[in-house]
């Protein structure tokens, strides 16, 4: 079967948005046209449209079965407008002291400093949680916040071992990036994920809450939109790009490991000083991060934009707040010359190979300039 | 342990600092004490991680004497550098 997506040449900046697949595009304009009533009201286009996001909401519910390994009901999907929203609204519902790890989003990080009593546990040079101290933080905890994987070095948490070893504590999961890539782990009771993950739209995330969970959920969650009036295209869009990843993940994935591990031997014997980030082996597939010594980030990814490639960078001088990724800096790890490469679906072989052509001569342009 | 260079990177930004410190280190024997005084924001993480990379010994770090901005950074030149 042919794929999809067409990634433009060059793009390795997957996590920073790709197109959306054609056939995404014509389900949620066809969805517009049809869905542009509340799906509240009684009357025949209301009813089109709650029956649009009915669809979309069951359509997730199965296919999230498949990424989770077990049946998700479609009454335990919520939509919202993005994952922060999402993990917002899930501890909102479900008060107590939290427990989360140092390399969760900012994000989820500034949501666990307004609320009393939570406790923020370290991680390894790989990223990867202290799974003792994170044990130790349980015990006074009522709920924990852990993603399945780290979105920029790629490195898998042990979200098994914390639910084993801590079968009361309910686990938000942020399922970001591993949805589709891997098969998610068990023993989780909220999930939350956004849409532009697996290429579908802006604007719509979810959170699964597990029937059991003692989760207060907010008032006027009505057909299962949380916040706002429901943005039924991009509900049907997030369904209709999720079925389409679900339908080729194992070639995807398989695909995605092979084209990182070209990337990490091919950047560790065509560089000097340089360290690659992140587990080697229990990672996402198309997650790969380095770092190179005695070069700007900003001067590096200008310098691979002008040879035609697209990358992200956790280093000082490209994020926001002018400090390294919070990230990086957990690890310990070197945050100059950071650069994140995330393959977007569809990512060739052929742009990976490219990609490791260039890199030495722009990482000399770089040097050779300060 | 006094130090015997003295590296005054303030006002300057990553990677600038870390090019300065390799250059002194690889000008000096084994065993010699570098003071880097930085006031870039990074130069917290990256010094201990370029000592890590480097086999170099991060000895430490303290605020500037004169109470301005920055943090004086203490490196020990290994022999493997």
């Not at chain 1, 084209?259 to 229990?282: N, Y």
Request: a negative charge; proline letters at 7%; one cysteine or more.
């Amino acid at each position: 079967m042919a794929l999809i997506w067409h990634p433009p040449a060059g793009l390795l900046d997957g996590m920073g948005g790709q197109p959306l697949p054609p056939g995404v595009a014509t389900a949620m304009a066809a969805a517009a046209a049809q869905g542009w009533a509340d799906p509240r009201r009684l009357h025949h286009a209301g009813r089109q449209a709650g029956a649009l996001l009915d669809a979309a909401r069951s359509s997730i519910a199965n296919n999230l079965s498949m990424a989770a390994g077990m049946a998700i009901t479609t009454e335990e999907i919520y939509f919202t407008s993005g994952v922060a929203a999402a993990q917002a609204f899930a501890l909102d519902g479900y008060p107590g002291p939290l427990a989360l790890g140092s390399v969760e989003t900012t994000a989820l990080l500034d949501l666990g400093e307004v609320r009393p009593a939570t406790q923020i546990v370290g991680v390894d040079a790989y990223g990867r949680i202290d799974a003792e101290a994170f044990h130790q933080a349980a015990a006074t905890s009522a709920i924990a916040a852990l993603q399945v994987a780290n979105t920029e070095v790629g490195t898998c948490q042990p979200i098994e071992l914390v639910a084993a070893t801590n079968p009361e504590l309910p686990i938000l999961m942020d399922a970001s990036q591993a949805i589709g890539r891997i098969p998610l782990p068990q023993g989780w009771s909220m999930l939350t994920a956004g849409a532009r993950d697996w290429a579908g739209p802006a604007g719509v995330a979810i959170l699964v809450v597990r029937r059991e969970v003692r989760w207060l959920p907010p008032i006027n969650a009505d057909r299962g939109w949380l916040g706002g009036f429901p943005d039924i295209a991009g509900a049907v869009g997030a369904a209709t790009a999720l079925e389409a990843l679900m339908n080729e993940q194992v070639t995807l994935a398989q695909q995605a490991h092979a084209d990182i591990e070209l990337l990490r031997a091919g950047i560790v014997s065509g560089l000097t000083d340089v360290e690659v980030l992140g587990d080697p082996v229990w990672r996402l597939p198309h997650i790969l991060n380095f770092s190179v010594l005695y070069v700007s980030g900003e001067a590096l990814v200008t310098e691979l934009d002008k040879r035609g490639f697209a990358v992200a960078s956790g280093s000082a001088c490209v994020a926001d707040h002018a400090r390294p990724s919070h990230v990086l800096a957990a690890m310990g790890a070197y945050t100059g010359g950071n650069i994140r490469l995330s393959l977007p679906l569809g990512c060739t072989t052929e742009t990976v190979e490219s990609f490791l052509k260039v890199l030495p001569s722009a990482v000399a342009a770089v040097r050779a300039d300060i | 342990m006094e130090p015997q260079v003295w590296l005054d990177e303030r006002g300057r930004r990553c990677p600038l600092p870390i090019i300065a410190l390799n250059r002194a280190a690889m000008e000096q024997p084994a065993g010699t004490v570098i003071a880097l005084i930085s006031d870039d924001p990074a130069a917290k993480f990256d010094v201990p991680a370029w000592c890590r990379i480097k086999n170099a010994t991060f000895l430490g770090e303290s605020p500037v004497d004169d109470g301005g901005d920055g943090l004086v950074f203490q490196i020990m030149v290994d022999a493997a550098n």
